[in-house]
């Protein structure tokens, strides 16, 4: 949960739905927490017991609409033709998504060797929408999803004064524009030796309100790419690190073992005292560099998920297993349905506010196994594997 001096952009860009939350008033100053997954806001007010009540507040979302074809973009008429800085990085994200999600989609095809990816178009009339792609029970890939939205909303007074802890105590600004787009994707393989990959990356921008002429308009980028084995293949680990940290360096050499201890932070299952995998990167509400330096790295970032993942694929994906191989992924698999149910907070926010449930859980796998007290033997490559995921390891 992060401050209320920004509002959080931890989301997974998937179709939206409408909510009729409403908000109760209170005094005391609440925490925000955002996904533009699902059209909500949580606002957590502390109470004079150190309770925490949880108050939403609902956000004005037009119900989106199947489409036939893909439009040529989801901006609206205004963004795409407007010459601003601004609007060129909405367009310019909007492109880089899209790339993205065309060039991850065939990749994982001519992996797989023959299935293919359903997509799903949708839209909204005042602007924005998405498009949904998921292959599943296919030669190589048990389930792959890759998807994109461009949304458009209205956020409550309440959460852009929470935000904006600078602002006066007095004013009462209207309802805040926001912007939101990004690319999320989650590939399961049915090989247990081929690894799980996950991605996402994210832009998000709040409009000054209509009724505070001046306001700044805030943005932020955020996103990673993490990766989730049953066993672990050094070469393979290494590989994908090392390729994450060459995005990393081309801009910033802080932003590798910074962005990969965030990563080993966020991808903590704390009942279980592991980590969902072997990490990779991870940041959010990264502002506090020059914005096109931020948009290229995102570009470079998702432009690295190919050559980081391809490769290892290729590697393992005819590899022979047995049952008890295939029973430890499915082990695994468990774990990560426990991460994206309990704590992943796109996930959360939609379960408990009427999102879209096809899209809160394209991420999950078809199968998961949960075995009571399974102990992997000491020594175990099992058991090495569930040694990474409690003591997270510098791999380059």
């Not at 005042?126 to 998807?147: C, H, M, P, T, Y």
């Not at 001046?214 to 290494?238: C, H, K, S």
């Not at 698999?333 to 506010?353: A, C, I, P, Q, W």
């Amino acid at each position: 949960m992060l401050s209320a001096t920004a509002l959080s952009s931890s989301f997974t860009l998937f179709p939206l739905s409408s909510s009729n939350a409403t908000a109760t008033t209170t005094k005391l100053k609440p925490t925000v927490c955002f996904s533009p997954k699902f059209p909500t806001f949580t606002m957590k007010y502390p109470s004079s017991s150190d309770s925490v009540a949880s108050v939403r507040a609902a956000i004005s979302i037009e119900k989106e609409v199947s489409e036939t074809e893909r439009p040529h973009s989801f901006l609206r008429e205004s963004d795409d033709q407007e010459p601003s800085a601004t609007s060129s990085v909405r367009a310019r994200f909007e492109k880089m998504i899209r790339d993205a999600q065309d060039s991850v989609c065939k990749a994982i095809e001519a992996a797989d060797g023959g299935a293919k990816f359903k997509e799903d178009v949708w839209s909204r009339p005042g602007g924005g929408g998405g498009i949904s792609r998921v292959l599943q029970d296919g030669a190589v890939f048990e389930k792959a999803g890759v998807n994109v939205s461009v949304v458009y909303g209205v956020m409550p007074p309440e959460a852009y004064r929470a935000a904006k802890a600078a602002a006066s105590i007095d004013q009462k600004p209207g309802p805040v524009p926001f912007f939101a787009a990004g690319v999320s994707s989650v590939l399961h393989p049915k090989n247990p030796f081929a690894p799980t990959l996950h991605f996402n990356y994210r832009y998000f921008e709040t409009d000054a309100p209509k009724d505070v002429p001046g306001a700044p308009r805030q943005w932020w980028f955020g996103g990673g790419t993490d990766l989730t084995p049953a066993y672990i293949f050094e070469e393979d680990v290494q590989h994908f690190h090392s390729i994450q940290k060459g995005a990393c360096d081309k801009f910033d050499p802080s932003f590798y073992p910074r962005f990969k201890k965030w990563c080993d932070d966020y991808f903590y299952i704390k009942h279980r005292g592991e980590r969902r995998g072997l990490g990779g990167i991870f940041f959010d509400d990264l502002n506090d560099y020059d914005q096109e330096m931020l948009l290229s790295f995102a570009t470079e970032c998702a432009n690295s998920v190919v050559p980081a993942y391809i490769p290892i694929i290729e590697k393992r994906k005819n590899t022979p297993f047995t049952e008890q191989n295939k029973a430890w992924q499915q082990l695994r698999r468990g774990r990560y349905v426990e991460f994206n149910l309990v704590y992943d907070r796109g996930t959360t926010f939609g379960l408990k506010t009427g999102g879209r449930i096809e899209s809160i859980l394209v991420s999950l796998p078809l199968t998961a196994r949960w075995e009571y007290d399974h102990q992997p033997e000491e020594g175990s490559e099992e058991w090495k594997l569930l040694d990474a995921c409690i003591n997270p390891k510098e791999w380059i």
